[in-house]
Nanobody
């Protein structure tokens, strides 16, 4: 079955950087559009960034210019490079493959 495993979360100071990774198994990764979502308590899960099979990308307005989504099909892995992090980026970040596959989530906390 499809499995998505995230890593790379943690605690970082405002202005800092983190890189999240999502490794997929049980699927033809190169044929899959992928996305990162995030969620904070009491709020709906929101799209952060999306990458298509041909590498086209879409970003939420709140992260444009700071976050970069990428993929390495040879490693079955998607990345989210997060720079200039802000306290409002604090959330659990989830890897997603349509239509219904989610990773377990990784916590990102931006705090001084």
């Amino acid at each position: 079955q499809v499995q998505l495993v995230e890593s790379g979360g943690g605690l970082v100071q405002p202005g800092g950087s983190l890189r999240l990774s999502c490794t997929a198994s049980g699927t033809i990764f190169s044929a899959s559009a992928m996305a990162w979502y995030r969620q904070t308590p009491g709020k709906q899960r929101e799209l952060v960034a999306y990458i298509s099979t041909d590498g086209s990308t879409i970003y939420a307005d709140s992260v444009k210019g700071r976050f970069t989504i990428s993929r390495d099909n040879a490693k079955n892995t998607m990345y989210l490079q997060m720079n200039s992090l802000k306290p409002e980026d604090t959330a659990v970040y989830y890897c997603h493959k349509g239509p219904r596959y989610w990773g377990q989530g990784t916590q990102v906390t931006v705090s001084s």
